[in-house]
């Protein structure tokens, strides 16, 4: 599977502790970045910023 199939997608997943998503994004040369939208209530992320 191509990963530019997947860029700006939403997909389901990413943290074990939420119901997180993820959106790959690329800047066109070669990059791949994968981010992680935690829920706010998110223990995780509440961990992280603490
Ligand atoms: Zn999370």
Redesign the pocket.
Known sequence: MMLDELVNRHLGG???????CQTLTTDGAGIYVLT?S??HS????AGVTR
Not at 14 to 20: L, N, P, S, T
């Open positions: 990413g943290c074990d502790d939420c119901g997180a992680v935690h829920d998110c223990p995780y992320l």
